[in-house]
């Protein structure tokens, strides 16, 4: 018995040290591994999917990297969780978000340039998207995905009310969307409506009323004289633009036109409102009550998976042609120089043709790489989907929104313009002059 004892404790002994020895191995390897995190808004939730599918793909090329993607809402709500863990020194190591970000993280010394990451594949990148990436003479991200906003529409439902010609102008729009308006149940009141318009004051507001902005020919500089003092920039007029060092105006005829346009579309009866910040979802189109929303490329791979008969139609003319660019860019966080090199070889991976050709066809968003653009597979994705061409041709039209640190600002007071006066608080000239006015007072 004592030698049965004695051989079972040196057989619990041999077991014990092999697995510990497997142990410190694997701890061994673990510690070779990178892991870094990436914070992401990707909506709606399919082209998450296909965005996890390309970071599964990454990481299992680079068994050394290990690429964890999080999704951390929709921007309004990144933004404040962004400065928080930047503050906090518990920022992650990669960012996807829109370019206007980029002077808020450049002021609080939270990005890594990325002046000397010139990988190849850099030269394959559409050079129109180059201003997104660059602030005062420094390069601090690289696009990931890019769009610009259109009007999905219901080709059944144009039909139904005799449309025969999709509208190119303001007044033809209006008189469309009057149109498709109609009580299907006979009670009196109507409960199906041309167009679904945006409630609330944050981003997405403001970004798909820009459009219209743009297209009533204004834009967010002026040349009104004075000169202010932000930061450490001299700057004219009211608002610093570190861009064109000219004024920013959002009360200019453009502005007001766009606004008027609106709300015109509301006191027709024509149009409703979403649920407060949530204009981009699309459940009253899908249902059949509101025969057009704005939109982006983005919602392709969504509504292609409903099935729902479904068209876009560029942005109507009020003086020109307009969109606005959108898109996302890819920031890196200082960390360690491990950390940062393990990132660029991911940001690398954003930028390929592979990449970008499969984000592309799966979410619908445009290519950046102008490769992946010409390439085969992405020409058999436009032939089966038409609706990619309207934002592609409409892209030559587009304007940008301004990246400098005070843009969060403009963007607010211009959504609390657009809210008060669709809610017929105020009315249009009143609400953008208000909004002018705060802006003047903070910057001053």
Known sequence: MPSRFASLLKSIFLIALVCLCLSSCQSTQASDVTHLTLWQGVNPPPNRDVLQKLVDRFNQQHPKIQVESLYVGQGDQQMPKILAAVVGNAAPDMLWFAPMITGQLVELNALRSLDDFKPPVKSELDPTLEETTN?????????????????????????????????????????????????????????????????????????????????????????????????????????????????????????IAALNFWRDLMQDGSAILSQPERGYELDSFLAGKVAMQLSGPWTLGQLQATQVDFGVLPIPTGSEPATVIGGENLFLFKSTPEREQAALKFAEFVMSEEFQTEWAIGTGYLPTNLKSRESQAYQDFRSKQPAVDVFLNQAKFGKSRPIFPGYNRISDNLGRAIESTLLNRSTSEAALKSSQQRLDLIFK
């Open 135 to 255: 602030y005062e003479g420094k390069t601090w991200s690289i696009p990931f995905s890019t769009n610009n906003v259109g009007i999905y529409y219901r080709p059944r439902l144009f039909k139904e009310a005799g449309i025969k010609e999709l509208p190119k102008t303001w007044a033809e729009f209006r008189s469309v969307a009057k149109q498709l308006t109609r009580d299907t149940d006979g009670d009196g009141k109507a409960d199906r409506f041309g167009m679904l318009l945006p409630l609330g004051k944050g981003e997405w507001t403001v970004f798909t009323w820009l459009p219209f902005m743009f297209s009533g020919g204004g834009n967010f500089t002026s040349s009104e004289a004075g000169v202010l003092i932000y930061g450490n920039n001299i700057i004219s007029g009211t608002v610093m633009n570190a861009q064109s060092s000219k004024a920013i105006d959002i009360s200019n005829p453009g502005a």
